[in-house]
């Protein structure tokens, strides 16, 4: 596969006009710039474009619809879990939404959320006019709707009961449960991988063929660099996803024995679950990073410091995240010695991801710093990327791991990095791009509510359960009313954490109502450099591209007030 991937890579960069689908024009030549012409109005716009920026709003409407779908899950389980008993939710609709949680994050809001970014921002950073291939570019957004109401529909379904497997579909429980949730939640699943493969396919190209004429190797943007190695990552990993869920389903429906478990079929479906499981990630881990590292620049003053070295730790990461997945299974009773390479990969690859955390803290290192929400959020990423990365380093030894396995130390480990890492990074690249494509600037004072009460929310709902962990709480389950353990301790915890789940949905709350509406009434950018970055060594592409494309059309007939510079940051 990695030499037929390279071949194919080389073909694209030596074939001329690969690409070229349009029609030959007078002299011979031919006519290769992609245009979308006169855009149609309401509904239609958005039901047939193939304008990377209009599938990139797409992608991003889409993503938080998913984000508010599985916060509504953990708010339910969380107030669930205030009091010992399970007296809310019956455990079987606890173990639904806690299914629905994982799978809507990872797969419906966290990938969809960065091919957003991706869409509309890496094009306008490489000085390419679109995608590679643009319609392909809009089917795969559309896979994503349908895949949803797949994966959501146990829930709306009166016949039908949702999956209750958890997001790893462990076998023999996803075999053996009868429910026809679990067989629409898989082919869901497979709609999103699909998309996800398309759209890393796209990018790849894109990245490869697409870059202006002094856009090289060399002066790639990192942002550019961390979309291309996901990308890499996806073409390797959600192809055996598809396979597994294929088998899984033959098991279900077929009666084949792929996972049975008198022949071993339990490790196999965990074999190959995180052997796509890992590298997913840090598919969804890298284009944060690549945001921090190209965000946290700008209002440093600075350039990134050792941008050579983020680069190669990015394609470190991007290779090391394919040897680390058994350490996941390090309780399963595999041979000592393979468990303990599976320890030693797992250790060294948070060499790469201090390599990064190491540069950003240099980067601001006797900087001029500009206090402006990208840039808090960013320094947020920062600080909860570093707890939930050495938390990760205490569960990759076995030993360790072994004492802490399906505790809620995972939970706090995993969430740190999803939650505290990945949705800060994004609210940095919102933050940062709104004036790019709003074309008008949001509420600066709501937008530092927004990221105070998002930190605060994010460490006091998750490190109490770092101490549930050490505690021996287990994980996955809506009561602890038993004896496994000081259920006081347990009660007194998990109060503190859903306090600090209300703090972060008040927060997100703020989030949505401040984009909206700044969106719909919010003063109109007037400058060409809304961020000040002209006298920074900083300045970038896709700033040029907004003085040149978006600023005349804003001000031919828009407000011209002081309050528009003002309300910048």
Sequence with gaps: MAVLAVAVVALLVRVEDWRDYAPVVGGGGRQTTVGHGEKLSGLSRWLTTVDHKDIGLMYGVFAVIAFAWGGIAVVLMRLELITPPSDLLATTTYNALLTSHGITMLFLFGTPILAAFGNYVLPLLIGADDMAFPRINAIAFWLLPPGAVLIWSGFFLPAVEPAQTAWTMYTPLSVEQSSRGIDLMLLGLHLTGVAATMGAINFIATVFTERGEDVTWANLDIFSWTILVQSGQILFSFPLLGSALVMLLLDRNVGTSFFAVDTGGTLIWQHLFWFFGHP????????????????????????????????????????????????????????????????????????????????WIATMWNGSLRLTAPFLFCVGFVGNFIIGGVTGVFEAAIPVDLVLHDTYHVVAHFHY???????????????????????????????????????????????????????????????????????????????????GLFLLVIGQLLFVWNLVTSWLEGPRVTSDDPWDLDDHPTAAREWEWFRRERLPALADGGETSEASRSSSE
């Design 280 to 359: 997913e990630v840090y598919i969804l881990v890298l284009p944060p990073m690549g945001l921090v590292s190209y965000i946290l620049p700008k209002f440093s003053g600075r350039k990134l410091f050792g941008f050579k070295f983020v680069v190669y730790s990015t394609l470190a990461l991007g290779v090391l995240a394919f040897g680390v997945w058994a350490h996941h299974m390090f309780a399963t009773g595999m041979d000592p010695r393979l468990r303990a390479s599976f320890m030693a990969v797992s250790i060294a690859i948070a060499i790469p991801s201090a390599v990064k955390t190491f540069n």
């Design 417 to 499: 990095v999803i939650m505290g890492g990945i949705a800060f990074a994004v609210f940095a690249g919102i933050y940062y791009w709104f004036p790019l494509y709003a074309g008008r600037w949001y509420q600066r004072t709501l937008a530092r509510w927004h990221f105070w009460l998002s930190m605060a929310g994010t460490n006091l709902t998750f490190f109490p359960m770092i101490l549930l962990g050490y505690a021996g709480m287990p994980r996955r389950y809506a009561g602890y009313a038993v004896d496994v353990g000081p259920v006081e301790l347990f009660a007194g915890l998990h109060q503190l954490a859903t306090l």
